[in-house]
Nanobody, 121 residues
Framework: QVQLVESGGGLVQTGGSLRLSCAAS????????RGWFRQAPGKERDLVAA????????WYADSVKGRFTISRDNAKNTVYLEMNSLKPEDTAVYYC??????????????WGKGTLVTVSS
């Protein structure tokens, strides 16, 4: 089992920044992708950013390209999501995930409980 715990969410004004962290514990293993999904009220859970085990490969949703940066520190078993130039439409619960993320939510092996990001206009 793997436990993923997110932190760093909160309330920020439009144009502001936040940094989310996802700390993993348990039998984390190796050679897996990790990333961030988000879900706004009444909407589906969508992949926002993903990063390979090595950190060499990253992927971003078009809506966040150029504003969000995903990174990981395998020594600390932690993945980060740096979010800049935040917009009200970024408001959602952000979930850390591990697994075959290119398949969307169905490919996820482990989920965190989520952290709320609210961007005020």
């Amino acid at each position: 089992q793997v436990q993923l715990v997110e932190s760093g969410g909160g309330l920020v004004q439009t144009g502001g920044s936040l940094r989310l962290s996802c700390a993993a514990s348990g039998r984390t293993g190796s050679n897996y992708a990790r990333g961030w999904f988000r879900q706004a009220p009444g909407k589906e859970r969508d992949l926002v950013a993903a990063i390979s085990w090595s950190g060499v490969s990253t992927w971003y949703a078009d809506s966040v390209k150029g504003r969000f940066t995903i990174s990981r520190d395998n020594a600390k078993n932690t993945v980060y999501l740096e979010m800049n130039s935040l917009k009200p439409e970024d408001t959602a619960v952000y979930y850390c995930a591990q697994g075959a993320l290119s398949r969307g939510p169905v490919g996820v092996d482990y989920w965190g409980k989520g952290t709320l990001v609210t961007v005020s206009s």
